[in-house]
T-cell receptor, first 117, second 112 residues
Framework: GAVVSQHPSWVICKSGTSVKIECRSLDFQATTMFWYRQFPKQSLMLMATSNEGSKATYEQGVEKDKFLINHASLTLSTLTVTSAHPEDSSFYIC?????????????FGPGTRLTVL | SQQGEEDPQALSIQEGENATMNCSYKTSINNLQWYRQNSGRGLVHLILIRSNEREKHSGRLRVTLDTSKKSSSLLITASRAADTASYFCATDYRGGSEKLVFGKGTKLTVNP
């Protein structure tokens, strides 16, 4: 149980285009999902916390107009990178908080590798 | 920054040896978790240890937590080549919003 999927697993796009990444909890409900980015050989940095039915909470330094987050249901959150540029190329990982799980317990998706040309 | 630190940054050992990785953090926590990440892949949850626990075991993994020193260690016994991966600690800070703060990670290489 507690499986999180992401789609797509990788995407290559041209500079200036927008890319949408989906994060789904497959066998549980998640009121809270988290979005991270990871640059090569570095750790995960939290971008935003996504709460079902409300606006996302962004970390300091993360542009909310550039990284649009929508958590429309208890099993789906989306991250849209708008007007992507090469510096947005990164590995994006989502995680989901189990509704009735232990505090801090998160399950991670397999990640989406974004390459912006 | 609340980001924790792991040491060593990289560790290379032979199969069968034990591997020890350490993690230090900065403020009071509710719990600390260890994750594993194979190159270019997502994270796999290994162990969660709560602030009132001192030691926890799971198979070949042993995690300790010393809240007075704000540190934790992950021991992998009888390592295998398949244990080669990056290992991260992540802390859930007390008073925070359940978001996790990840350390910088230790890259473990187990040579066959």
């Amino acid at each position: 149980g507690a499986v999180v999927s992401q789609h797509p697993s990788w995407v290559i796009c041209k500079s200036g285009t927008s890319v949408k990444i989906e994060c789904r909890s497959l066998d549980f409900q998640a009121t809270t999902m988290f979005w991270y980015r990871q640059f090569p050989k570095q750790s995960l940095m939290l971008m935003a916390t996504s709460n079902e039915g409300s606006k996302a909470t962004y970390e300091q330094g993360v542009e909310k107009d550039k990284f649009l987050i929508n958590h429309a249901s208890l099993t789906l959150s989306t991250l849209t990178v708008t007007s992507a540029h090469p510096e947005d190329s990164s590995f994006y990982i989502c995680s989901a908080r189990v509704l009735a799980g232990a505090r801090g317990e998160q399950f991670f998706g397999p990640g989406t590798r974004l390459t912006v040309l | 920054s609340q980001q924790g630190e792991e040491d060593p940054q990289a560790l290379s050992i032979q199969e069968g040896e034990n591997a020890t990785m350490n993690c230090s953090y900065k403020t009071s926590i509710n719990n600390l978790q260890w994750y594993r990440q194979n190159s270019g892949r997502g994270l796999v949850h290994l162990i969660l240890i709560r602030s009132n626990e001192r030691e926890k075991h799971s198979g070949r993994l042993r995690v300790t937590l010393d809240t007075s020193k704000k540190s934790s260690s992950l021991l992998i016994t009888a390592s295998r080549a398949a244990d080669t991966a990056s290992y991260f600690c992540a802390t859930d800070y007390r008073g925070g919003s359940e978001k996790l703060v990840f350390g910088k990670g230790t890259k473990l290489t187990v040579n066959p």
